[in-house]
């Protein structure tokens, strides 16, 4: 028996490590595009930028890959799935053969609408977080694209170095997409407090100039000017290497209430590229958080391993964020609003980060 698992990210690497806790004793090759160790992503934005080390957000080494038994092939992408033979065509030419699949592929961000180049930054990678701590020096202006939690998180690490930030956003505050205007309101007059200077309820209509000297336009005719631009409004499944396969594909990998790709049930989805049945409300759910990857883990190695007693995913959403000195945590859906009460759906806290 053979489980590949594409993907090397957190939701990856916790899949194949909760294969060999679960007592599968089949092979498990984990199979990732990078050319470096499976690496933890939430620091990138946070720690990472202050000169936390590429060890310390390492997932896996190759002696904890060996100790497991896990086949660890980094820098091979996955191209293309055929399914009537069980293989996955890799980028190198090579195929693996599987009886189990697990999807683990995440997502990237997206790419800028208003072009790409020297000084403009996204930031999904290491080797974008190595690229974007380069440029973060004192007295540096840098201008930050979106509120969301990489936009915020990106803003409020860069100011801590010394850096000009300057952050812009079609939300009429930062972060009010995920938690609502009252909260977001109170994370702009944080950033504000700090010394962000927040262009809100703005859209970017065209970036100009070059590293150095850029100029970003605005949709009320008014400009800014930076040496740095980083570019964090959102991110896209990475589901193309899948297209052909007959999957069904919508905004991810679209599973039951089990991750099992439909009408394929050797095939399972786990981490940001999952898009699943959720078992109470019945809706499709795509969730782009950490515990939602290494819970989504632990349930499918757990099907993979006992095909005779499945279990749905039912998760509690969780999500954390660490801004200047607060640690916010969530916990549910806190725009959602409970259609027996009316009250929201989901439970935020703030406040000054443990030391």
């Known amino acids: 028996m053979t489980t590949a698992i594409v993907g090397a990210s957190i939701a990856g690497v916790r899949a194949a490590q909760a294969l060999r806790a679960e ?48 086949d660890l092939r980094l820098g091979v992408p996955a191209v293309g799935l055929d399914r009537a033979l069980s293989e996955l065509r890799l980028a190198n030419g090579r195929r693996v053969g599987f009886d189990d699949l697990v999807v683990a592929t995440g997502v990237r961000a997206r790419p800028s609408p208003w072009g790409e180049g020297e000084g403009i930054h996204v930031l999904r990678t290491l080797d974008d977080a190595d690229r974007l701590r380069a440029e973060l020096v004192p007295d540096r202006r840098i201008i930050v694209i979106g509120a969301g939690f990489i936009g915020a998180e990106v803003a409020a690490t860069a100011l801590g170095l010394g850096v000009d930030v300057t952050l812009v956003s079609a939300t009429r505050d930062l972060m009010s997409r995920r938690l609502g205007d009252e909260i977001g309101a109170l994370f702009s007059q944080k950033h504000s407090r700090h010394g962000v200077h927040a262009v809100l309820g703005r859209t970017v209509a065209q970036i100009d100039g070059a590293k150095g000297d850029f100029r970003v336009l605005l949709d009320d005719g008014s400009e800014l000017h930076g040496d740095v631009v980083v570019i964090g409004i959102g991110a896209v499944p990475n589901v193309e290497w899948l297209e052909d396969s007959g999957l069904e594909i919508d905004d991810g990998l679209v599973c039951d209430e089990f991750l099992t790709a439909l009408g394929a049930p050797e095939i399972h989805a786990i981490g940001d590229v999952a898009r699943w049945r959720h078992p109470v409300r019945g809706d499709l759910t795509r969730l782009e958080h950490w515990t939602n990857a290494v819970d989504q883990a632990r349930c499918v190695a757990h099907n993979i391993a006992h095909p005779d007693d499945r279990r749905s995913y039912l998760p509690v959403e969780y999500v954390w964020s660490d801004q200047f000195n607060w640690k916010l945590h969530i916990v549910g859906r806190t725009t959602a609003v409970n259609p027996e009460t009316w009250s929201p759906a989901g439970w935020w806290s703030f406040g000054p980060a443990a030391s």
């Open 23 to 70: 007592g599968y004793r089949g092979d498990v090759v984990l199979i990732g595009s990078e050319p470096v160790l499976p690496y933890d992503k939430p620091p990138l934005s946070k720690g990472y930028l202050v000169g936390a080390g590429a060890a310390e957000v390492t997932l896996l080494t190759a002696a904890e890959a060996l100790e497991l038994n896990i």
